[in-house]
């Protein structure tokens, strides 16, 4: 197999700043350092420092990499919940329909 092909890898093609960025929007450094109480997002954080210092320290790495994999797991779980309400719900109006 290519190096660059990693078929079984979630995080395959996904940067460490895109990751970042999205687990920042989605809960802000506040939360993010309650969930994973290290420095770069307890004290003065930024996108560049903990850049830096998750870059620099693989097992903090490591974990917000977790966090991120079981934040887009529950998100597919919700997204898949509203698809099924949805096609619930469209049946169910298709069937008190008479045409």
């Not at 994999?69 to 169910?92: F, I, P, S, V, Y």
Request: aromatic residues 6%; charged residues 30%.
């Amino acid at each position: 197999m290519p190096p660059n092909e990693q078929p079984k890898n979630p995080l395959h093609g996904i940067t460490l700043q895109t990751l970042l960025q999205d687990l920042v929007d989605r809960h802000g450094f506040e939360q993010l350092g309650q969930q994973i109480p290290i420095r770069c997002f307890t004290h003065d954080p930024s996108l560049r420092s903990s850049l830096k210092f998750l870059r620099k320290t693989p097992w903090a790495r490591a974990k917000v990499e977790a966090l991120y994999l079981k934040d887009q797991r529950e998100l597919q779980k919700k997204r898949d919940r509203n698809q099924a309400r949805a096609a619930r719900r469209a049946r169910a109006s298709n069937e008190g329909d008479p045409s």
